[in-house]
């Protein structure tokens, strides 16, 4: 265990656990796993009487950081347990910071994320003190855009220390946020809201979202930051009108994988996952490494599956290199030779489910 003060607030790492990396995947990177207790003293914690919680003087954001480490052997018989520690590889990496929905927690989508840091992000994963619990803590999640930006904060404040086993392997002007359902209105605020929007944010991720406005025109005009939004037309819980919304109120380009049958239960797997992933990390690649050519790759994908509709708007034609189509539909270009389906993106394979069930909201 290692405590750590990082300005005002307490950094707590507990140990570290490399995740599935297999012996030979994506880029050569494995994924390097870390634990860390993040606590801001400046905000407090209300009670939450029906789990039986206290009001906190402070915030308590405990938080899996995934990282790129070398792709090494395995020194055990399994190629999913790692030793403790191990070094980050060399960086910087863009960072991601994945907010959860209601009533679930990190674990729940390490296997949606864990592809994307073979690609070289780094994904923090926070725990929100109180809507992790059950839907009794929504009430909290007013405070959640601003755990996002704290959460930033530390990460970049261990990337800046010289010594530490993050120190220089994060890019603090390559910083993306995504999250689902509850996470990804979470997201949405901490990106578009008048109250809380983070000007280090340079692309945001809406899985199964909506924009609730801190108040009444908080989301009108808001700022160009691109977006990708992922929804399934059948959502029971998170209607799929939430995301048409933002997709035609968006101040920047956006891109809108609208998903004919799928629900916000388990975004990461099956062929909605494949897709929603795919989508991602093209997303992520175009926004943060200037390279927009996978989406193309996604709009072909998606019109080859039959599944659901690519939507992209260009909200100033011509001024965004990233985007190629001001329509909806799956509109593409063919491959170039050596670039069949996704093999840029070769590491991206379905996730396996693991850990809880995801959060319905």
Known sequence: LVLVLAGAAVVVVVGGVIGDGGA???????????????????RS???????DLDAQPDRTLETVVLYPTANVEATSESTDVRPAGPPAADGPFPLVVFAHGDSAGPEAYVPLVEPLVREGY??????????????TGLADAVDQPADVSFVIDQVLALSDRPDGWLAGRVDPDRIAVAGHALGAIT????????????????????????????????????????????????????????????????????????????????????????????????????????????????????????????????VEAGADPAVEVATTAAVGRPARPGRAGRGRRSGLATPRPSGPAVSRW
């Open 187 to 314: 997201a949405v605020a901490v990106t578009y809201d008048r109250c809380c929007a983070d000007p280090r944010i340079d692309a945001a991720i809406a899985v199964a979202g909506t924009g609730v406005p801190s108040a009444a025109g908080a989301l009108d005009d808001p700022p160009p930051t691109p977006l990708l939004l992922v929804h399934g037309v059948d959502d029971p819980t998170v209607p799929v009108a939430g995301s048409d919304e933002l997709f035609a109120r968006a101040g920047g380009p956006a891109w809108y994988l609208r998903l004919d049958d799928g629900d916000d239960t388990v975004p990461g797997f099956g062929r909605d996952g494949e897709l929603t992933l795919a989508a991602m990390s093209a997303f992520l690649d175009a926004r943060l490494r200037d390279d927009p050519e996978g989406l193309a790759e996604v709009a072909e994908e998606v019109e080859g599956s039959g599944r659901g509709e690519w939507r992209v708007r260009d």
């Open 24 to 42: 030979a995947s994506g880029e050569g990177l494995a994924v390097g796993r870390r634990e860390v207790t993040f606590v801001d003293p400046g």
């Open 122 to 135: 780094v994904v923090a994963l926070p725990r929100f003190p109180r809507t992790s619990r059950s839907a």
């Open 45 to 51: 914690t209300p009670a939450l009487p029906e789990e």
